[in-house]
């Protein structure tokens, strides 16, 4: 898809989702400290079983 997919887990969940999804061109590497700023997708359904019920879209990682 031409995208990196972040995967966000902070400890707090609800339900079976724990995490929070972000799509970007910016990279990180586990352990850093990241604010991203990106448009928010409630249901998105990517069809072939992907579907989020929340995701972070076109993020920019913020310095």
């Not at 995208?3 to 352990?31: C, P, R, S, Y």
């Not at 409630?42 to 019920?53: A, H, N, Q, S, T």
């Amino acid at each position: 898809m031409g995208k990196i997919w972040i995967h966000i887990q902070d400890g707090t969940k609800d339900g079976e989702n724990f995490d929070l999804t972000i799509t970007t061109l910016d990279k990180a590497v586990v352990d850093d400290v990241v604010t991203f700023e990106g448009t928010i997708t409630l249901k998105k359904d990517f069809g072939y079983g992907y579907f989020y019920e929340l995701i972070m879209e076109d993020a920019k990682l913020v310095k």
